[in-house]
């Protein structure tokens, strides 16, 4: 009896550590299947198969009680071959070296499908910032920042918000990075990351970049149906930065929230929840939504299994997979998050003919954003909340449109076709330049 339960224990084991790591296995194969599809050539699928750079750093940070405390961490930088690496600071307790590999890779698919001179970067540090005070974050990456020195710099490497990470995380880094330079060079170095607050060189618009691109690519897949959002009823996975906004111009474009759910709680309202209402709760709350009147809390495992028009994931990597798939109710899926699909939970979706608009388009308003920001510091020009919507959208729906074309074209999932248009454009800039020396 006891070596069966040991052997369960083990299987159990193994099963978690199989599903820790299919994050970055999961864009391996993505990457396989499209390098195979387009015939990519064999120097530059070796290239682009592996990162550049991997920083790891482990820091002292003193505790508000005194006590020194050591933190892991991260930046990967997986390509560069388009421009400086760009991608975001993720404070999570399960980021690692391999999310952050599989993270770094997407953000230069994404950057280049987007058309942006920018590579592909992303990092993080291991905690819970729940864990810590905000004097404590302070310290923490301010001290993170200073042990990743010139691994970042505005023509380098730029960071910007991911979960748990918002534009005060950013002002930290930036004043950090620029105390490091000398008094007349300072303030060159405004765009070293994006995502800061407006009264820091931030750009008006950045906060609800990301979730505006994937309510206009709703949007835009809708209108191609001869549909529209009115009426329409969605769930969203993640109450924070995307959730928040995408779910704002979702219902202000006559769509119903039904369902939401956060690391805390998932709630419930078939008349639909109020994004604004929920947003002033859950923001004293760091965040979380659980106690929310305005609805019902439900079982959380029953949240993806929901009939509804829409599925948002914007919380986490991996969230939908081979044992959830199946249940989906949602006629159309938008990847607000970062690789919230698996592999194997993607070829059930697709069986079951559920389109998905996937990540590296539906969430790159952000990034397109990001690079407006960059843009603006480094011009030294300083653009309205109008005319920054409005650049956003053109760019979006250009990159929207390039995509629709290629599903068109090829005859492939939305996913192969934004994929293939991104990793050819770096395939023919490797392909012109050739590979030094
Ligand atoms: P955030 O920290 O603002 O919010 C994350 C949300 O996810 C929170 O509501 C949290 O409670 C929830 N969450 C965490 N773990 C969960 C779990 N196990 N189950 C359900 N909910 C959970 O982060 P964000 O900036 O909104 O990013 C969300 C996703 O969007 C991430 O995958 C991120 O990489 C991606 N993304 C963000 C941006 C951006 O501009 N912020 C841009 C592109 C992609």
Redesign the pocket.
């Known amino acids: 009896m006891q070596n069966y339960i040991a052997k369960f224990i083990n299987n159990m084991n193994q099963i978690k550590e199989k599903k820790a790591a299919t994050m970055y296995e999961n864009v391996m194969q993505q990457y396989e299947q499209v390098a195979n599809f387009i015939e990519l050539n064999h120097n530059i699928k070796k290239i682009l198969g592996i990162t550049n750079n991997e920083i790891v750093v482990n820091f002292p940070v003193k505790m508000d009680n005194g006590e020194v405390k050591i933190f892991t961490g991260y930046r990967v930088q997986h390509n560069n071959a388009l421009g400086p690496y760009k991608g975001?600071l993720?404070y999570h307790p399960t980021i690692d070296v391999n999310d952050a590999r599989a993270?770094a890779m997407w953000m230069t698919w994404k950057t280049s499908l987007a058309g942006l001179p920018f590579g592909g970067a992303k990092g993080g540090i291991q905690l819970d910032p729940r864990d810590h005070s905000l004097a404590e974050l302070e310290r923490i990456t301010r001290r993170f920042t200073y042990a990743l020195g010139e691994n970042i710099g505005p023509d380098q490497d730029i960071p910007?918000?991911?979960?748990?990470?918002?534009p005060q995380t950013m002002a930290w880094i930036l004043d950090t990075y620029m105390s490091t330079k000398s008094p007349s060079s300072r303030s060159l170095n405004s765009h070293v990351v994006t995502?800061k607050p407006v009264g820091s060189g931030g750009l008006e618009g950045r906060d609800r970049?990301?979730g505006f691109g994937v309510f206009l690519c709703i949007k835009l897949y809708l209108a191609s149906q001869g549909e529209s959002l009115s009426g329409k009823t969605f769930i969203v996975?993640?109450?924070?930065?995307?959730?928040?906004w995408a779910s704002h111009f979702m219902v202000e474009e006559g769509a119903r929230m039904i369902a939401v759910?956060?690391?805390?709680a998932t709630l419930y309202h078939a008349k639909g929840i109020d994004p604004a209402a929920l947003q002033l709760h859950s923001a004293p709350r760091k965040?979380?939504?659980a106690g929310f009147t305005g609805a019902e809390e439900i079982d959380p495992s029953t949240f993806f299994g929901l009939a509804c028009d829409i599925l948002i994931p914007?919380?986490?990597?991996n969230?939908i997979h081979l044992d959830n798939a199946g249940s989906i109710e949602a006629r159309l899926i938008a990847e607000?998050?970062?690789?919230?699909i698996t592999k194997d939970g993607e070829e059930i979706l697709l069986e079951r003919n559920i389109p998905i608009i996937p990540?590296i388009l539906c969430?790159?308003g952000?990034?397109i954003g990001s690079y407006f920001e960059w843009l603006q510091n480094r011009h030294g020009e300083i653009w309205s909340l109008e005319e920054v919507m409005q650049k956003i959208e053109k760019k979006l729906t250009e990159n929207y449109r390039k995509v629709e074309g290629a599903v068109q074209e090829h005859g492939v999932d939305w996913r192969m076709a934004a994929y293939l248009i991104a990793i050819k454009r770096i395939e023919l800039a490797y392909t012109q330049r050739g590979i030094f020396p």
């Open positions: 975001g993720r993270l910007a918000p991911d979960v748990n990470t918002n995502g970049a990301t996975q993640g109450f924070g930065n995307v959730g928040q759910q956060d690391a805390h965040g979380s939504i914007a919380a986490l990597g969230q607000g998050a970062n690789g919230p990540d969430n790159s952000g990034v």
